[in-house]
């Protein structure tokens, strides 16, 4: 047990739940759209790692990737899930390329603050109201899943999961805002590019088009805004309640309610929102469910399960991969994000940035977060690379479908709507190999 723990081959179960992850909805779409059998394949890969690292002396590992890492996790998007859940946008704007860039620059801006998969449900179906009059309207779905389920939510943990696994990890909240350059630089390249083609193709509609586009619009209506006052909670607990600002929920014997205070306060804000919602807000106008999130909760109890073994390896022998440039972590980082999960992948090359020589000697000195031999550390390792590591993962993942969640959900909701998307090697010939993977090469070259 203890040798398999610690050899490359405890690394298997982690690869085969990331790659089931992958290729499960395009191999076996209809089995693998039931939770249950979500569930079935994480405990299938999960409890044999579990038995090996409790029985090869690596329980207090397992123990703090499920109870530390997991668990304060799924709480969180649990918390914004419910939240934006509760929040409806309505109304048909006449879809002018000036309105159409607005609103995918508004989503961009709120990715941030109430996570990609909020801001993307948030807007998504406004988005097609208004622009249900027009004949070309493929683009902006496009573009909208760039910009709003990916690259708006860079600047704060909440943004994107893999962010809130590196702030677990010592990032402090507001240590994200230094991606600002980034993430303005991208959105505003690929709003200017949406704007000219979007004007292009406004240029191109049929006069009956724009004509019943003015004729038929309606303003825009926002219900549920009490939940705009439980995300500023969210946004608040996040950013206060943990060791940085209470050092008494860091010591081992604090009491489980102050190590979980953070999580508490998170669960009364979602319960509140349930609570004070009104259901057609969030059954009737939202069609509200709970399947997302529990299909987010069965797939990565397997995924930090399985992790564990993989990340003890990774940074036992992170000297031995080669990795000794900043544009080797980002590129790599992209590479996984695109076609895995975002989340496990920022962890693992985390892991892997720790086990360097320099990190180890940081840890060593007691540096987590500060300056040591004249390098800047964040979360125990290089300032830039944890730079890359973040900026990859959160970005790379509008490249493919399959990148990041919020992806495949815009891409279903517009389908309803009667729009016909790419396929998925479509998606990337015709818009994110031309159009994306240019923008963030320019992000590495000027940035990193």
Not at 83 to 109: C, E, M, Q, R, Y
Not at 212 to 227: M, Q, S
Request: aromatic share 14%.
């Amino acid at each position: 047990m203890e040798q398999f723990v610690h050899s490359a081959w405890s690394m298997i179960p982690f690869g085969l739940m990331l790659l089931m992850i992958a290729i499960g909805p395009l191999v076996v779409e209809h089995w693998w759209e039931k939770n249950v059998n979500k569930l079935i394949v994480s405990l299938f890969l999960g409890i044999p790692v579990a038995v090996c690292l409790i029985k090869g002396g690596m329980i207090h590992d397992l123990e703090h990737q499920l109870f530390f890492d997991y668990v304060p996790f799924i709480i969180l998007l649990l918390a914004l899930f419910v939240i934006t859940g509760g929040i409806h946008f309505s109304g048909d704007l006449k879809a002018t390329p000036l309105i159409n860039t607005g609103f995918l620059g508004l989503g961009w801006v709120l990715a941030s603050f109430m996570g990609t998969t909020g801001a993307a449900m948030l807007l998504i179906r406004p988005v097609l109201e208004t622009n249900k009059q027009r004949d070309f309207k493929v683009h902006t779905v496009l573009f909208f899943i760039a910009l709003v389920a990916n690259c708006g939510g860079l600047l704060t943990p909440l943004g994107d999961p893999p962010l809130f696994m590196l702030f677990l990890r010592g990032a402090s909240f507001t240590w994200f805002l230094h991606l600002l350059p980034e993430w303005a630089f991208t959105g505003l390249i690929l709003l200017a590019i949406y704007f000219c083609i979007d004007t292009y193709y406004y240029r191109k509609e049929h006069w009956t088009a724009l004509s019943a586009d003015v004729r038929e619009a309606t303003p825009l209506v926002i219900k549920g805004h009490l939940n705009f006052l439980y995300l500023l909670g969210v946004v608040l607990a996040v950013a206060f309640v943990n060791e940085g600002t209470i050092p008494d929920m860091g010591k081992a014997d604090a009491p489980l309610w102050l190590k979980y205070l953070r999580e508490i306060v998170l669960l009364s804000l979602t319960w509140m929102s349930l609570y004070t919602t009104k259901k057609e807000v969030r059954y009737g106008d939202n069609k509200f469910t709970w399947t997302p999130i529990v299909e987010v909760a069965v797939l990565f109890l397997g995924i930090f399960t399985t992790m564990t073994p993989a990340l003890a390896f990774l940074k036992a022998h992170a000297g031995d991969l080669g990795f000794a440039h900043t544009w080797q972590f980002y590129y790599s980082t992209g590479a996984l994000s695109a076609f895995l999960d975002n989340t496990p992948t920022a962890v693992a090359f985390h892991g892997v940035a720790s086990g360097l020589p320099e990190s180890l000697a940081a840890a060593q000195a007691g540096i987590v977060s500060g300056t040591f031999e004249g390098t800047p550390f964040v979360a125990g390792i290089s300032e830039v690379l944890l730079k890359a590591i973040s900026i990859a993962a959160v970005m790379f993942g509008s490249l493919t479908y399959i990148g990041n969640g919020p992806n495949f959900m815009v891409k279903a909701i517009a389908e309803e709507s009667g729009i016909k998307m790419p396929s998925f090697f479509g998606y990337m010939i015709r818009f994110s190999l031309i159009i994306l993977l240019p923008v963030y090469i320019l992000v590495q070259l000027i940035f990193l």
